[in-house]
């Protein structure tokens, strides 16, 4: 049986590895137990070269914080994602990574767990109270919790973004105004990618490309659209709205007047037509 991929998750590792420091190695969907349990990124220390947490181009107050290995989770930004237990899946994820890798990880210090949300929502603060552990702002969008035996950080993306002037990772947030190439990168992305399934039927594909199309002007959405579907999905006063001023000249005052007050106002604006008496 084919693996089932989330496009959130395919962007976002793909986004992380070209913008994490030279000395990090970035696993995406790596399978951790026999059975399908997958995290969403393994982020490794490359063994003999120098820390180099500077150079990141993406969350920078995060890298100087984790250590050898790092276990995320990554929750998307289109929808209430977390759900109950996400935090302490991720907790078990790195017990389950720490349990197959002794060798690797000696010491608890060398195992970093890291949750990337839009952010913090009522289910995440019950969780984290519920596990009697405790949660430090570290300020510009960070988190640490205490208490859960590794370090285990918080990003919210939403946060993060402002405080670092970050219009690309503005994309993986629940924020408008993105860099427009931000948009025009994963819109590349998604066209170059290779996988083994089409990617229209990866889950998130319809949720990322709204919000690509979000952060495109109105007239570059509608390059490439026949004119029925430019107009899908309207109601019929919008359909009317969205007619040449020319076309509209045609219509009669008797047609004018079945739009809604606020339609009549636009149309009548548009072609200079008086209000009728």
């Known amino acids: 049986m084919e693996p089932v991929y989330d496009l959130w998750h395919l962007a976002f590792a793909n986004f992380v590895e070209q913008r994490a420091p030279p000395d990090i190695a970035v696993l995406s969907e790596v399978r951790l137990t026999i059975e399908p349990l997958r995290a969403d990124l393994l982020l490794l220390r490359r063994t003999g ?25 990554l929750k998307s930004p289109t929808r209430s994602s977390f759900r109950p237990g996400d935090l302490i899946r991720l907790w078990c994820y ?34 984290i109270a519920m596990m009697g ?16 035996v590794y370090a285990l950080y918080i990003a919210v993306t939403d946060e993060v973004a402002e405080a670092e002037h970050d219009g690309f990772l503005r994309l993986f947030s629940r924020l408008r105004g ?27 594909y319809e949720d990322i490309f709204e919000k690509i199309l979000e952060e495109l002007p109105p007239r570059t959405r509608m390059v490439g659209l026949t004119p029925e579907q430019r107009l899908e999905g309207l109601s019929e006063e919008q359909r009317i709205l969205a007619l040449s001023d020319e076309t509209l000249r045609q219509f009669p005052d008797s047609y004018l007047q079945t739009l809604s007050a606020e339609g009549q106002e636009a149309v009548r604006k548009r072609i200079g037509r008086p209000t009728s008496s």
Do not use: C, F, N
Request: proline content about 5%; cysteine-free; charged content about 25%.
């Open 94 to 127: 790195g017990s389950l990574y720490h349990a197959t890798h002794l060798d690797e990880i000696s010491a608890l210090a060398d195992l970093t767990l890291l949750l990337i949300v839009p952010s913090i929502t009522p289910t995440l603060r019950d969780e």
């Open 133 to 148: 552990w405790q949660v430090a702002d570290l300020g510009g969008g960070y988190r640490r919790i205490d208490g859960a």
């Open 178 to 204: 993105a860099d427009p190439e931000a948009a025009r990168w994963v819109r590349h992305w998604m066209k170059e990618a290779t996988m083994t399934q089409k990617i229209e039927d990866i889950p998130g």
């Open 49 to 73: 070269l120098a820390r180099r947490d500077e150079e990141a181009r993406v969350l920078h107050g995060i890298w100087p914080r984790l250590a050898k290995v790092t276990v995320v989770e």
